[in-house]
């Protein structure tokens, strides 16, 4: 079995799958892409939100890293207000349903509400392991 990984130009949402081949199939609708917001992600309120995605983004891998015992190491985000929703819910390991969800989000403003959402939800946990982690390491 191989997980591919594939860059699109053009985002779809799958309405039915065929699994009649041995390659996966489907029907899907195309999605218009939201050109005329670019301009709102500019705004205060838009900025604001961005940068708490980025915070809480930058927490969690810093959490991660400590539950694993690794040395962090931050991902470099990218500049593009476009692929920055897609990076964080690639690196995040969203359920399938949460991954056609992001992608199926026509307006990149709900994409950063969608994900700042999913990192409000997993942070508090990744906090509670990342304590359990130092007990067991002062415990060594």
């Not at 005329?36 to 915070?55: D, F």
């Not at 946990?125 to 359990?132: E, N």
């Amino acid at each position: 079995r191989y997980n591919i990984l594939v860059v699109g130009k053009t985002r779809f949402k799958v309405q039915t799958y065929d699994y009649s081949r041995a390659y996966l199939q489907g029907l899907v609708t195309w999605l218009p892409e939201n050109k005329e917001e670019t301009w709102t992600l500019y705004e205060p309120e838009a900025q604001k939100l961005i940068e708490e995605v980025r915070h809480l983004f930058m927490e969690s891998v810093r959490l991660v890293h400590k539950i694993l015992r690794l040395d962090t190491v931050y991902p470099v985000l990218p500049d593009s207000y476009e692929l920055l929703p897609y990076f964080i819910g690639q690196h995040m390991k969203l359920k399938l349903d949460d991954q056609q969800a992001l992608l199926e989000t026509c307006s990149c403003l709900d994409r950063f509400h969608l994900i700042r959402q999913h990192l409000i939800d997993s942070t508090p946990m990744l906090a509670i392991q990342a304590q359990i982690e130092d007990a067991f390491k002062k415990a060594e």
